[in-house]
Nanobody
Framework: QVQLVESGGGLVQAGGSLRLSCEAS????????MGWFRQAPGIEREFVAA????????YYADSVKGRFTISRDNAKNTVYLKMNSLNPEDTAVYYC???????????????????WGQGTQVTVSS
């Protein structure tokens, strides 16, 4: 059972930046494709970004492309989400997720992921 612990959320003004971290308990972290999702009140959980386990390639939702950057440090069992130019529409609980050794490099599908963190709140004020 992989445990994922997110951190780095908080309150920020529009135009500001935050960096989220997600540390995994699993020492074989490198065989997991990783993703970030978010959920605002009354809205279904939506894909934000993913990073491959084989190539390290990245993939973003259109709404965050050019503003958010996902990265991973396998030596630290950690995936990051750097968020720039935040706006109030980015307000949500952000979740990281892990997909064990899939036969693809990464996925934007919620159902692809095997393990989820507890989430971290990001609030952007206008």
């Amino acid at each position: 059972q992989v445990q994922l612990v997110e951190s780095g959320g908080g309150l920020v003004q529009a135009g500001g930046s935050l960096r989220l971290s997600c540390e995994a308990s699993e020492r074989t972290f490198g065989v997991y494709a990783m993703g970030w999702f978010r959920q605002a009140p009354g809205i279904e959980r939506e894909f934000v970004a993913a990073i491959g386990w084989r190539s390290g390639s990245t993939y973003y939702a259109d709404s965050v492309k050019g503003r958010f950057t996902i990265s991973r440090d396998n030596a630290k069992n950690t995936v990051y989400l750097k968020m720039n130019s935040l706006n109030p529409e980015d307000t949500a609980v952000y979740y990281c997720a892990a997909d064990y050794r899939p036969n693809y490099d990464y996925s934007s599908r919620y159902a692809s992921y095997d393990y989820w963190g507890q989430g971290t709140q990001v609030t952007v004020s206008s």
